[in-house]
């Protein structure tokens, strides 16, 4: 499975871009999406994952009531929907995906996820 994040770029603060992960390859496979950001400096986590089978998705406290996570099957493509950004949220935004069926509880783990996107780098600042 290939993935390809986009969407990323200069956004004002109180801004709302969305980001798109498109996967190509074994994209029957796919049992999750996740995404995951690196701001400078600091450690990668986690911010948001869905299970494909059932759309049952899981957020991190730092970001939940101000993204959305969803999932087009047809299109074999996630999306990141952020609301309200903040500059601490200027990070590196990763796209991945599992061909595990994992637990709700496991879908924000980084260690159940087997590919990964390049990355988009969203910058929040005025």
């Known amino acids: 499975v290939q993935l390809q994040a986009s969407g990323g770029g200069l956004v004002q603060p109180g801004g709302s871009p969305r980001l798109s992960c498109a996967a190509s390859?074994?994209?029957?496979?796919?049992?999750?999406m996740g995404w995951f950001r690196q701001a400078p400096g600091k450690e990668r986590e986690v911010v948001a994952a869905?299970?494909?089978?059932?759309?049952?998705?899981r957020y991190a406290d730092s970001v939940k009531g101000r993204v959305t996570i969803s999932r087009d099957r047809v299109k074999s493509t996630s999306y990141l929907q952020l609301n309200s950004l903040k500059p601490e949220d200027t990070a590196v935004y990763y796209c991945?995906?599992?061909?595990?069926?994992?637990?709700?509880?496991?879908?924000?783990?980084?260690?159940?996820?087997?590919?990964w996107g390049q990355g988009t780098l969203v910058t929040v600042s005025s």
């Open positions: 991945a995906a599992t061909s595990s069926r994992p637990i709700t509880s496991y879908l924000a783990r980084e260690d159940v996820y087997d590919y």
């Open positions: 390859g074994r994209t029957f496979s796919i049992g999750a």
């Open positions: 869905v299970r494909w089978s059932d759309s049952a998705s």
